[in-house]
């Protein structure tokens, strides 16, 4: 009776307990990363991937024990350098040697006649004193003193010699393909049958300009028109030089076709 309370008569509902949230490394993308870099790359599923051995190449007793070399007989590397023998000891040494050379004036000769010795010529670069050798590092300009300084290299002057033996081969061949392509002068009869065939040919261009369509509604029809006037034109610039001149010169061959007539003319003389 003692526990029976007003404040029981209500139900209440129990809140659930808040937990904390769960912790997260900051490291753990990094880890992930590491751990798959350092992963074994030949894991694989099942027995090992390896080339099996032939049926017949099985294995047999004592094969895996390692093969020796044959037996040989022991050489020493300084067996030719042999030390002198030790003396017997009923062998004395020489005794009662005497030298008459005075050693003192000796060193006080070689020491007056000898060159001093100059100080190899170094340079500091660091505070603490750190010295290195002045010939090595680049400050001394030992190469201008050379005998060969400033005189033009070998390979120079033989790039030299073959490129002018380059330009003097191809003016050859410009030479030798000028005077093959020389102007020729035509002769009167050549003048003739010329203007003959080019008026040949713009009459039977004109006959079929002629016989064009009126109307030009298409295009290839104002294609042609245009390309036959053209010609026509041409080969009326061509007579026309030729007939205004008595003397050509040719630098092509003249090829008659059956609508065109191809000319060149240079070097010409006016008529009368």
Known sequence: MGEESIYNLLPSVRQPEAKNPRYK??????????????KTASKTMGPAKVPLNEPAAYLTKRSKEPVLPEKSQFVRPNADHKKPSVPLRNEKPVMG??????FIHTNAVENIMSVSKKPQPKYVDTPGGATNNLDDSGLVPKYIKKDNYGTVPKYLETRKKQMAEHQKNY?????????????????????????????????????????LSVVTDTAPKKARKERMEAEMKQLEKDIDTI??????????????????????????????
């Open 97 to 102: 040697l005497k030298s008459n050379k005075n």
């Open 171 to 211: 003016e050859q061949y410009i030479q030798q393909r000028l005077e093959r392509g020389a102007l020729n002068q035509i002769t009167a009869d050549e003048r003739r049958a010329t203007l003959e065939g080019l008026k040949k040919n713009w009459e039977e261009l004109h006959l079929q300009y002629q016989g």
């Open 243 to 272: 007939e205004k001149h008595k003397i050509y010169t040719s630098l092509i061959t003249f090829k008659e076709s059956s609508f065109a007539y191809g000319f060149v003319a240079v070097n010409s003389t006016h008529g009368p």
């Open 25 to 38: 490394s900051v490291f753990n993308s990094a880890v992930k990363e590491e751990y798959k870099s350092h």
